[in-house]
Structure formats: C-alpha cells, structure tokens
C-alpha cells in the first residue's frame, strides 16, 4: 500500500521560508512523477509543484514561481519543496500526491492517485 507522509510545516513571517518534505513508501518511487497540491479554507485545493521521475523537469504555478522549489532523492524516496519569500497568500494546507500512473506529469487533482494527509504552513503578516 502506498504511503506519502509530509512534514516540515509551521509558522513563519511574511518573507521567511520553509522546507516541506514528503517520503513515500510501498511504490517504485524512481518510476514515478511527484505533485505538491495545497488547499487554502475556504477554497478549492490547487496544483502547486510537480517534478518529473528523474527530477529533470520541473512545474510550477505561476503564483510560486521564483519563490518556491520543488526537489527529489529517489536514493531515499523524497521529495521536497523549498519554500521562500512566503506570502500570507501561501497559507494552507500542502499536501503531497501521487499521480495515477507511472511516469506521468499532472496539474490535475483529477489525475492523483494518493494523497498525503497534509502539513499546514501559515504564514502571518
């Protein structure tokens, strides 16, 4: 059975930065493509980061773009998401997923097999 765990959420000012990690269990990571998702109260979960099986290719939304950075260690089946100059608008919750699929690059909440249970990042003004 496929297991995601994330951690490294928290609390942070405006301006500071967070790791968020996800190791992931019961697959053959190295064959698969990664997402990071988030989900703010109130609203709808989004696609935020997703890096290809090699770790060659990386996506971003635009929001994120030259602030956060997604990574991973197929060695010890890892993925992160640097996390810098946040904004109150990244509060929410981040979760980590897998997409349906080996090799397979998604945006789509549609297209995601397993979730992570979710790290809450808050970030205050």
């Known amino acids: 059975q496929v297991q995601l765990v994330e951690s490294g959420g928290g609390l942070v000012q405006a301006g500071g930065s967070l790791r968020l990690s996800c190791v992931a269990s019961?697959?053959?990571?190295?064959?698969?493509?990664m997402d990071w998702f988030r989900q703010a109260p109130g609203k709808e979960r989004e696609f935020v980061a997703a890096?290809?099986?090699?770790?060659?290719?990386?996506y971003y939304r635009d929001a994120v773009k030259g602030r956060f950075t997604i990574s991973r260690d197929n060695n010890e089946n890892t993925i992160h998401l640097q996390m810098d100059s946040l904004k109150p608008e990244d509060t929410a919750f981040y979760y980590c997923?897998?997409?349906?699929?080996?090799?397979?690059?998604?945006?789509?909440?549609?297209?995601?097999?397993?979730w992570g249970k979710g790290t809450l990042v808050t970030v205050s003004s």
């Open positions: 997923a897998l997409p349906r699929g080996p090799y397979r690059v998604t945006r789509s909440t549609r297209d995601i097999d397993v």
């Open positions: 019961g697959l053959t990571f190295g064959k698969f493509a």
């Open positions: 890096i290809s099986w090699s770790g060659d290719s990386t």
